[in-house]
């Protein structure tokens, strides 16, 4: 007799399978997690990069590129997992991300006088799949 129920291995999935291998649902509270440790990740390009601009060297812009590319991977992964955790498309998650970073580039001429702006709306759409509801918590019966 076999069972469609998945298996204990199946179910424990650790956090690095959720959001490096785009396999699991991620929760409201990993993503919020997950965003910081992508802002280290950033951080670690940037302070890579920094020492570019240095005259006597000290900088890498491949480990920069490399530090930047795994912070992207590392977001498509957060996102992935929220919008299944969520029970909307991925593509919507995906959409959310392509718009963030978007719309700076789109308001390039107007960034000086408008920064507020650009970058509110910026942390809106970055941060948009950790404020959907979970799939879960909308099936409970209401009391």
């Given at each position: 007799m076999t069972s469609d129920l998945p298996t204990p291995a199946e179910v424990k999935l650790s956090v690095?399978?959720?959001i490096l291998f785009f396999r699991g649902p991620v929760g409201k509270k990993l993503f919020f997690i997950g965003i910081a440790g992508e802002a280290a990740l950033i951080l670690v390009a940037f302070a890579a990069a920094s020492g570019l601009t240095n005259p006597t060297g000290g900088?890498?812009?491949f480990i920069a590129f490399i530090f930047l590319i795994a912070a992207l991977w590392w977001h498509f992964g957060l996102v992935t997992g929220r919008m299944?955790?969520?029970g909307a498309p991925v593509f919507l998650g995906i959409v959310l991300t392509i718009a963030a970073f978007a719309w700076p580039v789109l308001m390039l001429e107007?960034?000086?006088s408008l920064w507020p702006v650009v970058l509110g709306v910026f942390l809106?759409?970055?941060l948009a799949?950790?404020?959907f509801k979970s799939k879960?918590?909308?099936e409970l019966p209401k009391p």
């Open positions: 690095f399978e959720r900088g890498s812009a299944r955790d969520a107007f960034i000086e809106l759409l970055y799949p950790g404020f879960a918590s909308a």
